[in-house]
């Protein structure tokens, strides 16, 4: 019998997850059907029931539902805790696991794919929500040499890198600060979290922030080179990336957790990328 998966959102047209996981089940000879899931505001649990009731094995959770999938879910993993939000989750009886790849799949981006080392790297993360939380922990897990968080509104830059201090094993300085509090500092990764690419704005981001030879991440994709990407380009950056390779991967590890086996990423990453012009 074919095995049902979806991903759930609102809204959800937009979403790349069936064109994605469709493929993986071709590689991987898996026996599947991944299937896009508009659930109404406010019924995201009734959604997420008739959705099981009908044989469902999991999900893909994306706007505005992590936090409703957080509280739905009967088992967090470490990553959905840390990140206060669910972007994955698997049915088995009446227990709901719940998961959140979007770190573990911006690190395995930059690591293996970009091929840029995140240990003993000064790593530089904009913004101080969703985004960022869930990316924490992964990041910290490859021993850079600093973590700061910079935000427009320091005490949340500042209450995130409490809570990543609280679950540093490797002892990895993590600090939070304000944008003004930058000057005089250059980082080997700047990661921008921050939502001001959907709007087309630019983070209050020096240049100098950017050190010789950095990589400059836009974890948004499909958008082209955006002010963030451009400001980098400005301050003579080349190693430039969006996130189609973070989207790729942290599916790859939902599929892994739901199906036993890892695909290859390369064939989508290169189907879903937009130029970088």
């Not at 380009?233 to 739901?258: I, P, Y």
């Amino acid at each position: 019998m074919t095995d049902r998966y979806a991903v759930i959102g609102n809204p959800i047209e937009q979403s790349k997850s069936p064109l994605i996981h469709t493929a993986f089940a071709q590689v991987t000879g898996q026996d599947l059907a991944y299937t896009k899931v508009l659930s109404p505001l406010g019924e995201f649990a009734a959604t997420v029931d008739a959705f099981r009731a009908a044989g469902g094995r999991g999900m893909n959770v994306t706007a505005p539902f992590k936090l409703d999938a957080f509280a739905y879910a009967t088992d967090l993993a470490p990553s959905a805790q840390l990140a206060g939000a669910v972007n994955a989750m698997k049915f088995e009886g009446d227990k709901v696991f719940a998961e959140n790849f979007d770190g573990v799949g911006l690190v395995r981006d930059v690591v293996h794919n970009l091929g840029c080392p995140l240990k003993g790297r000064k790593v530089l993360v904009l913004g101080a929500g969703g985004a960022t939380r869930g990316a924490l922990l992964p990041i910290l897990a490859q021993g850079p040499a600093e973590l700061v968080i910079v935000n427009r509104t320091v005490s949340k830059a500042q209450e995130l890198a409490a809570i990543a201090q609280t679950q540093n094993t490797g002892s990895v300085p993590v600090r939070g600060i304000g944008y003004d509090d930058l000057q005089g500092e250059a980082f080997d990764v700047v990661f921008n979290a921050t939502s001001a690419s959907l709007t087309a704005q630019v983070p209050p981001l020096s240049i100098s922030a950017f050190a010789q030879d950095a990589l400059a991440y836009e974890l948004a994709y499909g958008k082209g080179l955006t002010p963030f990407l451009k400001l980098a380009q400005q301050a003579g950056v080349t190693r430039l990336a969006d996130g189609v390779g973070m989207l790729a991967e942290q599916a790859a590890e939902a599929f892994l957790w739901w199906r036993g086996v890892r695909p290859d990423t390369r064939a989508v990453i290169h189907t879903l990328t937009v130029p970088l012009v």
